[in-house]
């Protein structure tokens, strides 16, 4: 077993661990879902319109999103310095406040029900990585129920559920693939974790 200085864990010969040539990766285009000159026009639009911290109106945020895809209920509020990889897998509910900062890295569906808070500079990503294979893309939706809220600089990992009126308190990582309960305040100490090997000493 090879792990470095972590735990205890001796060193191991390191030609004995793989590298993944990730000129080979499969799977990044394929989270796409429109074709190249939308995504490429997006990538415009976002930079002019959502991103950018000069462009100071919601409104015209929200109609940008819109115009590109997203669902987006009433009385939404978009802040400054937002980020949205794919407006046509957003869907967002009546009076959701979207924070400065946020990137909603969504290359699966992302929901964020009505009243929902995300506050600044927090990432919600769907994707991930076969990281024991080859690093082909994988993706999982991501849904924030009605109520919640996922407070500043927290990290919502693909296939996570949030429920109706939980709070994720700052600086958490929730998921991947977890669910949280409705009602509940959660988040994390901040331990670090050796979560073993990537690659397993004993295959060949």
């Given amino acids: 077993m090879c792990g470095g200085a972590m735990n205890g864990i001796p060193d191991c010969d390191l030609s004995d661990i793989p590298v993944i040539d990730l000129s080979k990766a499969p799977g990044e285009r394929a989270a796409w879902g429109r074709p190249a000159l939308t995504v490429y026009l997006w990538g415009l639009a976002e930079l002019l319109f959502v991103t950018n911290p000069l462009q100071i109106s919601s409104a015209l945020r929200v109609r940008v ?52 808070v995300v506050s600044q500079e927090t990432l919600i990503t769907t994707g991930s990585h076969a990281l024991r294979r080859d690093m082909a893309l994988l993706t999982r939706p991501v849904k924030i129920k009605d109520g919640a809220w996922i407070t500043s600089r927290s990290m919502i990992l693909g296939g996570t559920t949030v429920g109706i009126s939980s709070v994720v308190r700052p600086g958490s990582v929730i998921g991947p693939n977890t669910t949280i309960p409705e009602n509940r305040i959660v988040g994390q100490s901040g331990q670090v974790t050796d979560f073993g090997e990537r690659f397993s000493s004993n295959e060949s």
């Avoid at 509020?77 to 897998?89: A, G, L, N, Q, Y």
């Avoid at 967002?92 to 990137?103: F, M, N, P, S």
């Fill in 65 to 116: 999103l819109r115009l590109f895809g997203a669902k987006i209920g009433e009385g939404v509020i978009f802040r400054p310095r937002t980020r949205v990889k794919f407006p046509w897998k957003l869907e967002i509910g009546d009076r959701a406040w979207i924070g400065e900062g946020v990137w909603i890295h969504n290359q699966d569906q992302v929901t964020l029900g009505h009243d929902v």
